[in-house]
């Protein structure tokens, strides 16, 4: 029941876009973003609600597809500070036990 | 600013050593989490406490134990340390956001435990 985070990794240049998907198989009450850089501990990016809602801190978007239980993270005009490894948890029922994807690594070069 | 801090940044123990691992927040949160991180497995939850003195099991709970006598503080136990329990171990705390439509988690610095 993990989610399936695609892709595992994402290489680009400053200033490219790229998109971070995570998938579950069952249904969901929200879907957290957060992001960890290398050595330091996750921060908490975003929460998407079933209904649409959105929440959070960075001027990053997301979508959360409820039909297919599908929930995009867009990155674009990359910055340096982008770079880490973001992980997507997913919670069913909102009692804040989140199951984590696997994460997907993104670097981003000068 | 929340603070949630580990008592350890690197630890090395010897298989059948009992191990303790404790996590301090300062922002009076009421949920607590013990998770461990693998590569390539991403963060996996271990035990998760609702209160003081309340633990429920996360997914990957045999080999530990937890122990919250106050809130601020929630301890990880491992029993009796075995190599496959080498891991990063994140402790994070959090709190409700959004009106009670979601949580936000905050997470310490991290124990990296070495088993010989």
């Known amino acids: 029941q993990q989610p399936v985070q695609s892709p595992q990794a994402v290489i680009l240049r400053e200033g490219e876009d790229a998109v971070i998907n995570c998938s579950s198989s069952?249904?969901?009450?929200?879907v957290h973003w957060y992001r960890q850089k290398h050595g330091e501990a996750p921060v908490f990016l975003m929460i998407?609600?079933?209904?649409?809602e959105q929440k959070g801190h960075e001027k990053i978007s997301a979508s959360f597809n409820e039909k297919k239980q599908q929930s995009s993270l867009y990155l674009t005009a990359s910055q340096l500070s982008y770079s880490g490894t973001y992980f997507c948890?997913?919670?069913?029922?909102?009692?804040?036990?989140?199951?984590f994807g696997t994460g997907t690594r993104l670097q981003v070069f000068p | 600013d929340v603070k949630v801090t580990q008592s350890s940044r690197y630890l090395v123990k010897r298989t059948g050593e009992k191990v303790f691992l404790e996590c301090v927040q300062d922002m009076d949160h009421e949920n607590m989490f013990w998770y461990r991180q693998d590569p390539g497995l991403g963060l996996r939850l271990i035990y998760f406490s609702y209160d003081v003195k309340m633990k429920e099991k996360g997914d990957i709970p045999e080999g530990y134990s937890v122990s919250r006598e106050k809130k601020e503080r929630f301890s990880l136990i491992l029993e009796s340390a075995s190599t496959n329990q080498t891991s990063m171990y994140l402790c994070?705390?959090?709190?409700?956001?959004?009106?009670?439509?979601?949580?936000?988690?905050?997470f310490g610095p991290g124990t990296r435990l070495t088993v010989t």
């Open positions: 994070a705390s959090s709190f409700i956001v959004w009106g009670g439509n979601g949580y936000e988690q905050y």
């Open positions: 998407l609600l079933k209904g649409g």
């Open positions: 948890g997913t919670d069913l029922y909102n009692t804040d036990k989140l199951i």
């Open positions: 069952k249904a969901l009450y929200s």
